[in-house]
């Protein structure tokens, strides 16, 4: 034991006064598709970060963004590399569905994460509900995003009720996308879904379409239909989630639905107003959803890729993802710093519903534009 | 081009004719008179109708003047008007979105302008039709004023000056004389126009409301989160069609001007 330590002393040591040159570290081959704000993160937060950690490694980042078919692209060539034995050339992928494809579960593409490989593994919290080869580190969730200057602290709406209710006590106040163009507008109208069905999001399984579920939508289509002409201009829903939280930074509106790592990037960038405050419903809150990275079994450097999984899930990191990114931690905010906990005290919810979108994503979007957004009756 | 647009053409018509609303095989009509029969669809039908007229109608409004301004003025001021007018040829669609939700979106530049000048009650186009309207008419103003002063150039001087001689005032002079003429380069600007305009997906998109939709929307809407391909191929059939009914009248245009041309030889 007293060897080993003093051996990585002394490696320590000697890295510390011999330059590391690149080509002596090791690569850790990561790929990332996902939006600018998160590889620029990647870039100037968690690379510097790390290999001060863990100077035997070096991050080399791949951005495939808009590049064919992304990191389903790099995960097909690991597969592609798994079966001819080749190098897979990629060691962490940022993000990443592992399901989206059924040849890589069913191929063991993917290194099991556990306890032993990465330890911080144990602190994530049960909802994310990570299958076992998936490294949450990241969350988003839709909130509600209002002016402070123009609604009351004790006017904003905690239940789905009080919502609908404000919306219609203060025509062309609110406004939210549509559901098809950004998961803000979408977590307003799969929101109303759960209102209408028993707010029980467990009863929407990805993958089975139940039509008795499906036969309750138009009860969240009369339900929104009441608020349409209370909507921003008499029911104009714009086609994405900035132009949303443009008409809150300019004054149109006093209330939106925002994703939560928009709204609170924004808000640090001062592109919303430092009025702006976040509120979530305790009812039943918004959607949101979890970012998984995987790192493929075959990859060539299994040590850096597992210690860099667990790097991310340190408190470190985790509070960059929230400081930063403006996103949810995957840990129990009680891991985290209390100023942190305090400072997002009316946001902070241990419940994330998700919305199994594929079919049910489908009726939901066109039940909304045939019933919601015209003023059209199909019946007629 | 046989290849890759009227063979592919054909095939989604000859899908649509032979594959009925249930996906059973046999002749039928039945999707297009699924269609036809869809409030929803006839008035997405409609309206990108409508705005296609309205905006060919505006932009040759707006057109003919700066035509018959460039082609018959001279100097820094013309030269000047020149430039603007080719500008917006060089702003891509989606940047001249974004500028135009700002411009003219609530509380964006040209409401506070006339709020500056004490006009309240504005009412902002952003997310109606007469956004989709404005910037369409804004970003067909080249080409068209391209097409027409070109046109114009073919009009003598010695003609209008003649005209003048005996006693034509401008109006005359602008229907009798400068109209005729240039009926060719008009027709060419109406059909490339109707084409663009018919089909246009970005600006209706990103300015205009989420009901009624112009075809170029409602297609992607209708196959990418529908889910319903063979309904976006029915709609993409259809709009095929008048499209081509257009072009059909473009291409008579351009052939009948070739034929004068030649005789004129």
Same mark, same amino acid.
């Given at each position: 034991?007293?060897?080993?330590?003093?051996?990585?002393?002394?490696?320590?040591?000697?890295?510390?006064?011999?330059?590391?040159?690149?080509?002596?570290?090791?690569?850790?081959?990561?790929?990332?598709?996902?939006?600018?704000?998160?590889?620029?993160?990647?870039?100037?937060?968690?690379?510097?970060?790390?290999?001060?950690?863990?100077?035997?490694?070096?991050?080399?980042?791949?951005?495939?963004?808009?590049?064919?078919?992304?990191?389903?692209?790099?995960?097909?060539?690991?597969?592609?590399?798994?079966?001819?034995?080749?190098?897979?050339?990629?060691?962490?992928?940022?993000?990443?569905?592992?399901?989206?494809?059924?040849?890589?579960?069913?191929?063991?593409?993917?290194?099991?994460?556990?306890?032993?490989?990465?330890?911080?593994?144990?602190?994530?919290?049960?909802?994310?509900?990570?299958?076992?080869?998936?490294?949450?580190?990241?969350?988003?969730?839709?909130?509600?995003?209002?002016?402070?200057?123009?609604?009351?602290?004790?006017?904003?709406?905690?239940?789905?009720?009080?919502?609908?209710?404000?919306?219609?006590?203060?025509?062309?106040?609110?406004?939210?996308?549509?559901?098809?163009?950004?998961?803000?507008?979408?977590?307003?109208?799969?929101?109303?879904?759960?209102?209408?069905?028993?707010?029980?999001?467990?009863?929407?399984?990805?993958?089975?379409?139940?039509?008795?579920?499906?036969?309750?939508?138009? %009860?969240?289509?009369? /339900?929104?239909?009441?608020?349409?002409?209370?909507? +921003?201009?008499? #029911? =104009?829903? @714009? !086609?994405?989630? $900035?132009?949303?939280?443009?008409?809150?930074?300019?004054?149109?509106?006093?209330?939106?639905?925002?994703?939560?790592?928009?709204?609170?990037?924004?808000?640090?960038?001062?592109?919303?107003?430092?009025?702006? %405050?976040?509120?979530? /419903?305790?009812?039943?809150?918004?959607?949101?959803? +979890?970012?998984? #990275? =995987?790192? @493929? !079994?075959?990859? $060539?450097?299994?040590?850096?890729?597992?210690?860099?999984?667990?790097?991310?899930?340190?408190?470190?990191?985790?509070?960059?993802?929230?400081?930063?990114?403006?996103?949810?931690?995957?840990?129990?905010?009680?891991?985290?710093?209390?100023?942190?906990?305090?400072?997002?005290?009316?946001?902070?919810?241990?419940?994330?519903?998700?919305?199994?979108?594929?079919?049910?994503?489908?009726?939901?979007?066109?039940?909304?534009?045939?019933?919601?957004?015209?003023?059209?009756?199909?019946?007629? | 081009?046989?290849?890759?647009?009227?063979?592919?053409?054909?095939?989604?018509?000859?899908?649509?004719?032979?594959?009925?609303?249930?996906?059973?095989?046999?002749?039928?009509?039945?999707?297009?008179?699924?269609?036809?029969?869809?409030?929803?669809?006839?008035?997405?039908?409609?309206?990108?109708?409508?705005?296609?007229?309205?905006?060919?109608?505006?932009?040759?409004?707006?057109?003919?003047?700066?035509?018959?301004?460039?082609?018959?003025?001279?100097?820094?001021?013309?030269?000047?008007?020149?430039?603007?007018?080719?500008?917006?040829?060089?702003?891509?669609?989606?940047?001249?979105?974004?500028?135009?939700?700002?411009?003219?979106?609530?509380?964006?530049?040209?409401?506070?302008?006339?709020?500056?000048?004490?006009?309240?009650?504005?009412?902002?186009?952003?997310?109606?039709?007469?956004?989709?309207?404005?910037?369409?008419?804004?970003?067909?103003?080249?080409?068209?004023?391209?097409?027409?002063?070109?046109?114009?150039?073919?009009?003598?001087?010695?003609?209008?000056?003649?005209?003048?001689?005996?006693?034509?005032?401008?109006?005359?002079?602008?229907?009798?004389?400068?109209?005729?003429?240039?009926?060719?380069?008009?027709?060419?600007?109406?059909?490339?126009?109707?084409?663009?305009?018919?089909?246009?997906?970005?600006?209706?998109?990103?300015?205009?409301?989420?009901?009624?939709?112009?075809?170029?929307?409602?297609?992607?809407?209708?196959?990418?989160?529908?889910?319903?391909?063979?309904?976006?191929?029915?709609?993409?059939?259809?709009?095929?069609?008048?499209?081509?009914?257009?072009?059909?009248?473009?291409?008579?245009?351009?052939?009948?001007?070739?034929?004068?041309?030649?005789?004129?030889?």
């Amino acid at each position: 034991m007293k060897l080993r330590s003093l051996f990585l002393l002394a490696s320590l040591l000697i890295l510390g006064v011999v330059s590391v040159h690149a080509q002596d570290r090791k690569p850790i081959y990561v790929y990332t598709d996902s939006d600018t704000n998160i590889s620029d993160w990647w870039t100037n937060t968690v690379k510097p970060a790390f290999e001060a950690e863990y100077p035997e490694y070096e991050i080399v980042q791949t951005i495939v963004r808009g590049v064919g078919g992304g990191v389903g692209d790099i995960a097909n060539r690991a597969l592609a590399a798994l079966e001819t034995g080749d190098d897979p050339q990629v060691d962490f992928i940022e993000s990443i569905n592992v399901e989206s494809n059924a040849d890589w579960l069913a191929n063991d593409l993917w290194l099991e994460v556990t306890e032993e490989n990465v330890p911080n593994i144990v602190n994530v919290v049960a909802a994310t509900n990570r299958l076992p080869q998936e490294v949450p580190y990241r969350g988003s969730q839709v909130l509600l995003a209002y002016n402070s200057d123009l609604v009351a602290e004790d006017e904003v709406p905690t239940t789905y009720a009080e919502l609908i209710q404000w919306i219609k006590d203060h025509p062309g106040q609110f406004v939210y996308n549509r559901p098809d163009r950004g998961g803000s507008g979408a977590a307003m109208v799969t929101r109303a879904i759960f209102e209408v069905t028993g707010q029980d999001p467990s009863l929407f399984v990805p993958g089975e379409f139940d039509e008795d579920l499906v036969a309750q939508f138009p %009860k969240a289509w009369d /339900l929104l239909g009441s608020i349409h002409s209370s909507i +921003y201009e008499e #029911g =104009a829903y @714009p !086609a994405g989630n $900035t132009p949303v939280l443009e008409l809150l930074a300019n004054g149109s509106v006093s209330m939106i639905t925002a994703w939560s790592d928009q709204a609170l990037q924004a808000i640090n960038l001062g592109v919303l107003p430092e009025s702006t %405050k976040l509120a979530q /419903l305790t009812d039943l809150p918004f959607t949101g959803g +979890y970012s998984y #990275g =995987a790192i @493929p !079994a075959n990859s $060539t450097n299994v040590e850096g890729a597992v210690a860099l999984a667990n790097f991310l899930l340190t408190p470190e990191i985790q509070v960059a993802v929230v400081e930063q990114l403006g996103g949810f931690p995957v840990v129990s905010w009680e891991t985290l710093p209390p100023e942190l906990q305090e400072q997002y005290t009316s946001v902070i919810t241990d419940v994330v519903p998700t919305w199994p979108g594929g079919d049910y994503g489908a009726a939901m979007v066109e039940g909304w534009y045939n019933n919601v957004a015209t003023n059209i009756d199909r019946s007629s | 081009m046989v290849l890759l647009i009227f063979y592919p053409a054909a095939q989604s018509i000859v899908r649509t004719l032979t594959i009925d609303v249930d996906g059973q095989p046999g002749l039928s009509l039945s999707r297009y008179t699924a269609f036809f029969r869809d409030p929803i669809s006839v008035a997405n039908l409609m309206f990108t109708f409508q705005i296609t007229i309205l905006v060919l109608v505006v932009m040759f409004i707006v057109c003919f003047p700066l035509s018959i301004y460039l082609r018959f003025a001279s100097g820094r001021i013309a030269s000047a008007v020149q430039v603007l007018v080719l500008f917006p040829l060089f702003v891509p669609g989606i940047i001249l979105c974004y500028a135009l939700i700002r411009f003219l979106g609530s509380h964006g530049t040209l409401e506070s302008i006339l709020t500056g000048v004490g006009f309240s009650g504005y009412r902002t186009p952003y997310l109606k039709p007469n956004a989709i309207i404005f910037a369409l008419v804004w970003e067909s103003i080249p080409f068209t004023v391209l097409i027409l002063t070109a046109g114009l150039r073919q009009v003598s001087n010695e003609l209008i000056e003649c005209a003048r001689d005996v006693g034509a005032n401008n109006w005359h002079i602008f229907t009798r004389i400068i109209l005729p003429l240039i009926k060719r380069p008009v027709l060419i600007v109406f059909s490339l126009s109707f084409l663009g305009i018919f089909g246009s997906y970005t600006v209706p998109y990103l300015l205009g409301p989420a009901s009624p939709q112009m075809m170029g929307v409602f297609m992607q809407q209708t196959f990418g989160q529908y889910r319903r391909p063979d309904d976006a191929e029915t709609q993409a059939v259809i709009t095929f069609l008048i499209c081509s009914f257009v072009g059909f009248l473009y291409v008579r245009t351009v052939v009948s001007q070739r034929q004068t041309q030649r005789e004129d030889e």
